[in-house]
Structures are given as C-alpha cells and as structure tokens.
T-cell receptor, first 117, second 114 residues
Framework: DAMVIQNPRYQVTQFGKPVTLSCSQT?????MYWYQQKSSQAPKLLFH???????NEADTPDNFQSRRPNTSFCFLDIRSPGLGDAAMYLC????????????????FGPGTRLTVL | AQKVTQAQTEISVVEKEDVTLDCVYE???????LFWYKQPPSGELVFLIR????DEQNEISGRYSWNFQKSTSSFNFTITASQVVDSAVYFC???????????WGAGTKLIIKP
C-alpha cells in the first residue's frame, strides 16, 4: 500500500543534543510537509518542500532545519532541542497538480513523538 | 483572514447514539477547500473528506455524513450509530486556492462510551 512512513515512532533526546527525524513516502507526491503538534493543539506547519524548493514558515525557529535529498525522503533536524520542542512531529505529503483540487489533500504519516530530557 | 471554529471542545456519547461535530469557518476567498481529519489516540491524522467551495452537495460515506452550508459558513460532520472506535479528536480545516497553509480548528475530542 502506498503510504507515508515515519521513523522512529518515539524518539528520546537530551536537552541540546541534535536529533533527526525521518519521513519517507511511496505515494510519489511532490510536496512534503513537516508539522509540529503539541498536546491538545492543532498541528502547526513548520515548512514544506515543493519538489526541491524549500518553504519555511515565518515563525518557524531557526533551530529547525529540513533536508529533502530525493522525492521519497525528507528529514527534520532539530539542532539544539529544548524542553519546549517536545511534541509530536507529523510528516505529510500532497500531489501538486495545477487546477486539480486533489492537490489540497494531505496524507499524514503516523508521527514521531519526541521527548526531550 | 481565515479562521476555523470548532466550538465543541469535547463530546461524550454512549455507543450507538448519533453525534454531530460542528465546524464554522471564515474566509474571503471565493474558492476554498474544507477538510475533516480524524486523530485517534495513536496520533496519526487520518484524512476523512475534502469539500470544494463550489460543490455544496452533502456527502455520505457509510456511517459518516457531512453537511456543507455556504449560507451559514458551516461544514458539520455527523456520525450515525457511533462506535467505540470512533473515539478520537476530529479536526476541521480550511485552505484557500493558492497557498499551502491549512487553517485548523482547535479540534473536538469525541468519546464514545460502551
């Protein structure tokens, strides 16, 4: 089945220790997103890639970076995690086709729950 | 500015009851898209439906149905004969025609008691 995969599902890191979360997809979608979701809140968009073009949200801290080496994979790097970065991180994909409403449907992975000690 | 309001923070019903989750939106875009997502305790966001602003037809999928009313800017979601597996947080979301930002409601936590 075509899907969005996130590894690991649970990640524990120490305060200030860099951590990388990974996302892969078999949907062949050209847009990939990273969201942060804190407890009892809606997801918050951090950034997205349209093919290789990186688009950062204005309020995304510099501590968060991303890489997309190819269509299938996308990584979220947190350079110096703070206690406030503990959250669920969700990867999502969509297929951008001009004029096609399907492009607005996002498909989410299962998420990685990050704990910062 | 765009906004999505889910006024019901939490709803608790007994299994087999029908339940409606409310969603009210604000947008100045003439073309926009509305969504419902389900988030069970496992955390994954499950896409349920996308509705285009130019299509006011209501939709039914099994026990799920959606009522889109442009006149009242509402996109309500009804679960018929609820089951324990329907317990989750449900999010309503909105996007315009030309951006990648989804505007999310605060979510409604639905608890189905056996």
């Amino acid at each position: 089945d075509a899907m969005v995969i996130q590894n690991p599902r649970y990640q524990v890191t120490q305060f200030g220790k860099p951590v990388t979360l990974s996302c892969s997809q078999t949907l062949n979608h050209n847009v990939m997103y990273w969201y942060q979701q804190k407890s009892s809140q809606a997801p918050k968009l951090l950034f997205h890639y349209y093919d290789k073009d990186f688009n950062n949200e204005a309020d995304t801290p510099d501590n968060f970076q991303s890489r997309r080496p190819n269509t299938s994979f996308c990584f979220l790097d947190i350079r110096s995690p703070g206690l406030g970065d503990a959250a669920m991180y969700l990867c999502a994909t969509s297929r951008e086709l001009a004029g096609n409403p399907e492009r607005f449907s996002r498909f989410f992975g299962p998420g990685t729950r990050l704990t910062v000690l | 500015a765009q906004k999505v309001t889910q006024a019901q923070t939490e709803i608790s019903v007994v299994e087999k009851e029908d339940v409606t989750l409310d969603c009210v939106y604000e947008t100045r875009d003439t073309t926009y898209y509305l969504f419902w997502y389900k988030q069970p305790p496992s955390g994954e966001l499950v896409f349920l439906i996308r509705r285009n602003s130019f299509d006011e037809q209501n939709e039914i999928s099994g026990r799920y149905s959606w009522n889109f009313q442009k006149s009242t800017s509402s996109f309500n979601f009804t679960i018929t004969a609820s089951q324990v597996v329907d317990s989750a947080v449900y999010f309503c979301a909105l996007t315009g025609d030309s951006n990648y930002q989804l505007i999310w409601g605060a979510g409604t936590k639905l608890i189905i008691k056996p």
